[in-house]
C-alpha cells in the first residue's frame, strides 16, 4: 500500500465514525474507565520522579472527541492542546470539555504526519494514534515532539502490541499494530530512552495488549530518574 493511500484510507474511515466514545473506541467503550484509571496511575507516577515534568502545558495527539484530555489531562494541566485530523472529532471536543474551559488550549486540525508542535510542552500524549503512521513517519514524528519538549518534559505513548513478532495490519481502518521489539527499535531511532513502562490491566483477552512508555531524549541520559514513591 503507498503511503498516500495508508493515510486516505485511514481518513475515509474516521470521517465515517460516530463522534462517541464508543465510536471512537471501536465498540469497545465500556473500557474506557479501565482505561483512564491505568493512564492516570501511570502519569502520576512520571509526575512523581525526582526530575519530574511541570504540569503548565500538555498536548494531547491524536485526541478525536477530548476523550482523554477531559478525563485525565485537563485534571493535571494548567493548559491542554489538541491536535485531531477529523475536524467532527474536534468539534465534539470543544463541546465535551466547554470551549470557555480556561484550561482548553489551542485546538489543531491536522494529521501527526503533518504536524509539529509550535510550543514547548510538558507532557506530549500519544495514545492510539501512532498505528495510523508509517515507520518513516513516525520516528520523524518523535524527532519533532522531542525538540517541543519543556525541561524535564516526556512524551507518553500508549499503544496496541502484538503477542508475535510480525507488524499486523488492519485494511479497514488503515492501521498497523507492532511488535514490542519493533516499537523499541523506533524509540531508539528517534534518540528517545524509556524511562517507565507499564502493561495495561483489565482489558478483554479479545484485544491487543496495551503498553504505556514514558520517553525522554537520550541527551538526558545521564541524569537520574528515580520514582519518590
Not at 484510507?9 to 466514545?21: E, F, G, Q
Not at 474506557?32 to 498536548?59: E, H, Q, V, Y
Not at 491524536?62 to 489538541?82: C, E, M, P, S, W
Not at 521489539?181 to 531511532?189: C, D, P, W, Y
Amino acid at each position: 500500500m503507498s503511503e498516500n493511500i495508508f493515510y486516505t484510507t485511514a481518513a475515509k474511515y474516521w470521517a465515517n465514525v460516530p463522534a462517541t466514545i464508543d465510536g471512537v473506541l471501536g465498540g469497545y467503550a465500556h473500557i474506557s474507565d479501565i482505561d483512564i484509571k491505568g493512564s492516570k496511575a501511570f502519569l502520576n507516577d512520571i509526575l512523581a520522579l525526582k526530575n519530574a515534568p511541570g504540569t503548565k502545558l500538555a498536548l494531547d495527539c491524536g485526541a478525536g472527541i477530548g476523550r482523554i484530555t477531559q478525563n485525565l489531562l485537563i485534571t493535571l494541566f494548567d493548559k491542554v492542546d489538541l491536535v485531531e485530523q477529523e475536524a467532527r472529532f474536534l468539534s465534539a471536543a470543544k463541546k465535551r470539555i466547554g470551549e470557555n474551559n480556561e484550561r482548553l488550549g489551542s485546538l489543531y486540525h491536522a494529521g501527526l504526519q503533518n504536524f509539529t508542535p509550535q510550543k514547548k510542552y510538558d507532557v506530549i500524549w500519544c495514545q492510539w494514534v501512532l498505528s495510523h503512521l508509517d515507520d518513516f513517519d513516525l520516528i520523524a514524528f518523535l524527532k519533532r515532539c522531542k525538540r517541543a519538549l519543556n525541561t524535564n518534559g516526556v512524551i507518553i505513548v500508549k499503544e496496541n502490541i502484538t503477542s508475535g513478532e510480525e507488524i499486523e495490519y488492519d485494511d479497514e481502518d488503515s492501521s498497523v499494530a507492532r511488535p514490542y521489539k519493533l516499537m523499541q527499535l523506533i524509540f531508539q531511532e528517534a534518540q528517545l530512552d524509556v524511562i517507565k513502562e507499564d502493561l495495561q490491566y483489565g482489558f478483554p483477552d479479545s484485544i491487543y495488549k496495551v503498553y504505556s512508555f514514558a520517553l525522554v531524549p537520550n541527551e538526558l541520559e545521564k541524569r537520574t530518574f528515580v520514582l519518590t514513591l
